[in-house]
């Protein structure tokens, strides 16, 4: 449902439209605007409520980037992920808390005004100290992505934001180039490039149109040589999205019937 479709917070209140479609619905996945909505929507509707996009946070997102990383490297402890761009965004911030629940070590590579929110800050290094992972907060980029085995990045400006002009004067010079990814030193078959999409790497888009006229930039926070290189896993994790929601749901729905290795293969 849109939100031209529904009242949500407009002509009726967030709480009342959570009993509506709780009694109508086994689960529902919010992805919109404001974390306090997702909040009341689990507080009200008395059925699980997965949170799909909101300003603060993207966590399902995270699932199928952790599940795309498990994919190509076959484990996730010890792990680099440099997070190239906006450094304190919903992505940014996710990417920073999930790496550190899983043991990988996250560098939030971005300049000084877009550094993480101290209090986001905290919430990685209370799960960091039990995992293990080495985190860095840097506006160096050459430090930022040296040894990673992933570079991610995500769009300059998100949900709620609109100053284009002043996200491009900070950010020109941390677009994802081939020359950043030479710049990790890592071996080709250990590196990968990830983005959550949409991506800003071209001019075939309605707002790519508008930037390169505006800005005068074809490629925006990674380059369309990157995005089409032999690094890019951006496609498969978008695949993920797909089978990590499934298990989200099979297993907060309940009656999820998981069949051991040995059972599974009889
Ligand atoms: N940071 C982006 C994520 C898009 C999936 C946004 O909020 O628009």
Not at 54 to 74: R, S, V, Y
Request: aromatic residues 10%; glycine residues 10%.
């Amino acid at each position: 449902m849109g939100a031209g479709e529904i009242h949500l917070g407009k002509k009726e209140s967030i709480e009342d439209t959570a009993k509506v479609l709780g009694s109508m619905f086994d689960g529902i996945e919010y992805r919109g605007f404001a974390q306090k909505d997702v909040e009341d929507l689990a507080k009200y509707s008395g059925v699980p409520v997965w949170n799909g996009l909101t300003d603060k946070w993207h966590p399902i997102q995270m699932l199928a980037d952790f599940m795309t990383i498990k994919e190509k490297f076959g484990h996730l402890k010890g792990l680099t992920l440099a997070y190239v761009g906006d450094g304190r965004d919903n992505v940014a911030d996710s990417l920073l808390v999930a790496g550190s629940m899983l043991g990988v070590n996250v560098h939030i590579v971005t300049p000084k005004p877009l550094f993480t929110h101290p209090d986001v800050q905290k919430i990685a290094e209370g799960f960091a100290k039990d995992s293990g992972s080495r985190n860095l907060i840097t506006d160096d980029i050459e430090q930022g992505v040296k040894g990673a085995n992933i570079i991610y990045t995500d769009v300059w400006v998100s949900m709620g934001e609109n100053d284009w002009s002043e996200r491009i004067k900070l950010l020109k010079p941390y677009t994802v180039t081939m020359k950043m990814m030479y710049m990790t030193g890592t071996p080709d078959d250990q590196l990968i490039f990830m983005h959550c999409l949409p991506a800003f790497h071209d001019r075939t888009t309605k707002v790519g149109k508008e930037i390169y006229e505006k800005y005068g930039l074809s490629e925006v926070e990674v380059t369309d040589e990157v995005f089409n290189s032999q690094y890019a896993w951006q496609f498969t994790e978008a695949e993920n999205r797909l089978h990590s929601i499934k298990a989200i749901m099979a297993a907060t729905l309940g009656n999820l019937f998981i069949p051991s290795v040995d059972e599974g293969s009889k």
